[in-house]
T-cell receptor, first 111, second 115 residues
Framework: RKEVEQDPGPFNVPEGATVAFNCTYS??????FFWYRQDCRKEPKLLMSVYSSGNEDGRFTAQLNRASQYISLLIRDSKLSDSATYLCVVNDVTSYDKVIFGPGTSLSVIP | GAVVSQHPSWVICKSGTSVKIECRSLDFQATTMFWYRQFPKQSLMLMATSNEGSKATYEQGVEKDKFLINHASLTLSTLTVTSAHPEDSSFYICSARRILFGEQFFGPGTRLTVL
């Protein structure tokens, strides 16, 4: 089993749609979780950290379920500019602070 | 937000030459920096974790003698691709982790093409 897995995608959704991305991780010792977005041929950019209580930033909501080792990202009212690859990132501080990226899920928002 | 610079942004070199890439955290200190490689349409692959003042930790399959990493200060790490070959052509991205916070901030990447 891979350390971090994500929905395979790609997701093609119309503008204004709500889309949810799922991510699971295998190491229960993982302590920090993030969502990044990466545009084509660009570096990843931090979208948001994921907290145990869940957190929201505008149209974006992140949830963490430690018992199920599951992370989610919800995007409401999708915009064309949301088209990108979304990367789930897990930080395992027990293994020399290793950071593990999921394979990413591609999103295309269509007019 | 935290800014990470990377230089050069792109480089074309002949096979057999060495290429040095710099990664700097501009407005924060980073005890840990990471080096990644990304091939087209593939996910980021962690090459090594670099801690200031100590030897880098390389991922399995990454040759430490080929990819030399130096992390001389809390704001600078360098990656040297020695004796580059065409198969080393890739997008190399560094990231720096801000002390106490855990988020990584990425440099803009260096596109290396070896002829």
């Amino acid at each position: 089993r891979k350390e971090v897995e994500q929905d395979p995608g790609p997701f093609n959704v119309p503008e204004g749609a709500t889309v949810a991305f799922n991510c699971t991780y295998s190491n229960s010792a993982s302590q920090s979780f993030f969502w990044y977005r990466q545009d084509c041929r660009k570096e990843p950019k931090l979208l948001m950290s994921v907290y145990s209580s869940g957190n929201e930033d505008g149209r974006f909501t992140a949830q963490l379920n430690r018992a199920s080792q599951y992370i989610s990202l919800l995007i409401r009212d999708s915009k064309l500019s949301d088209s990108a690859t979304y990367l789930c990132v897990v930080n395992d501080v027990t293994s020399y602070d290793k950071v593990i990226f999921g394979p990413g899920t591609s999103l295309s928002v269509i007019p | 937000g935290a800014v990470v610079s990377q230089h050069p942004s792109w480089v074309i070199c002949k096979s057999g030459t060495s290429v040095k890439i710099e990664c700097r955290s501009l407005d924060f200190q980073a005890t840990t920096m990471f080096w990644y490689r990304q091939f087209p349409k593939q996910s980021l692959m962690l090459m090594a974790t670099s801690n200031e003042g100590s030897k880098a930790t390389y991922e399995q399959g990454v040759e430490k003698d080929k990819f030399l990493i130096n992390h001389a200060s809390l704001t600078l790490s360098t990656l040297t691709v020695t004796s580059a070959h065409p198969e080393d052509s890739s997008f190399y991205i560094c990231s720096a982790r801000r002390i106490l916070f855990g988020e990584q901030f990425f440099g803009p990447g260096t596109r290396l093409t070896v002829l």
